[in-house]
T-cell receptor
Framework: AQSVTQLGSHVSVSEGALVLLRCNYS??????LFWYVQYPNQGLQLLLK??????LVKGINGFEAEFKKSETSFHLTKPSAHMSDAAEYFC?????????FGAGTTVTVRA | EPEVTQTPSHQVTQMGQEVILRCVPI?????FYWYRQILGQKVEFLVS????????KSEIFDDQFSVERPDGSNFTLKIRSTKLEDSAMYFC????????????FGEGSRLTVL
């Protein structure tokens, strides 16, 4: 069985500030981990993914995430928030071709 | 770039009516999925489909739901008799064999049941 917990359903940051979205997972086997972004009234877009190899992965729009096996975490960060980062972010885990999503974190960016 | 396409983008229906949501997965993909997102809630797994049969389904996917791959390209989700609580965004996804298991999602079909 696999599951994902996203800490914080809503994060508010100032433009230019650090964005940190927390994700912890549980999986009985080494997982593949993903972050997806959903802009209002749109579908799910892949931000980045971890499969194997380097534990720090870089994605689109300046986002990156670090896989920490000892902490079972895959937190998403961006050094400097932009207004266009306002969206819903979903962490997801899979190890059998079935994706399990976290509850999502809504990010708002203040000018 | 190959993409998953879904139709319709928005459908409004009366409670009790049948609805068919259509998806065209990426052409060389082998695994197909339907997910559902009720407004303001998390994305929920409904069903996975491989080798022309359901490989896994969630408790949400009851007898009112069915999936079909009627030809080599389309993958459909049918809701036999819609209920108010079926109102949601329905996402189709596909993934190829091997690789990272990354699911490629369509833009979604918004279903509104009145």
């Amino acid at each position: 069985a696999q599951s994902v917990t996203q800490l914080g359903s809503h994060v508010s940051v100032s433009e230019g500030a650090l964005v940190l979205l927390r994700c912890n997972y549980s999986s009985s086997v080494p997982p593949y981990l993903f972050w997806y972004v959903q802009y209002p009234n749109q579908g799910l877009q892949l931000l980045l993914k971890y499969t194997t190899g380097a534990t720090l992965v870089k994605g689109i729009n300046g986002f990156e995430a670090e896989f920490k096996k000892s902490e079972t975490s895959f937190h998403l960060t961006k050094p400097s928030a932009h207004m266009s980062d306002a969206a819903e972010y979903f962490c997801a885990v899979t190890n059998d071709y079935k994706l399990s999503f976290g509850a999502g974190t809504t990010v708002t960016v203040r000018a | 770039e190959p993409e998953v396409t879904q139709t319709p983008s928005h459908q409004v229906t009366q409670m009790g009516q049948e609805v068919i949501l259509r998806c065209v997965p990426i052409s060389n993909h082998l695994y197909f999925y339907w997910y559902r997102q009720i407004l303001g809630q998390k994305v929920e797994f409904l069903v996975s489909f491989y080798n022309n049969e359901i490989s896994e389904k969630s408790e949400i996917f009851d007898d009112q739901f069915s999936v079909e791959r009627p030809d080599g390209s389309n993958f459909t989700l049918k809701i036999r008799s819609t209920k108010l609580e079926d109102s949601a965004m329905y996402f189709c996804a596909s993934v190829g064999a091997g690789g990272s298991g990354e699911l490629f999602f369509g833009e979604g079909s918004r279903l509104t049941v009145l």
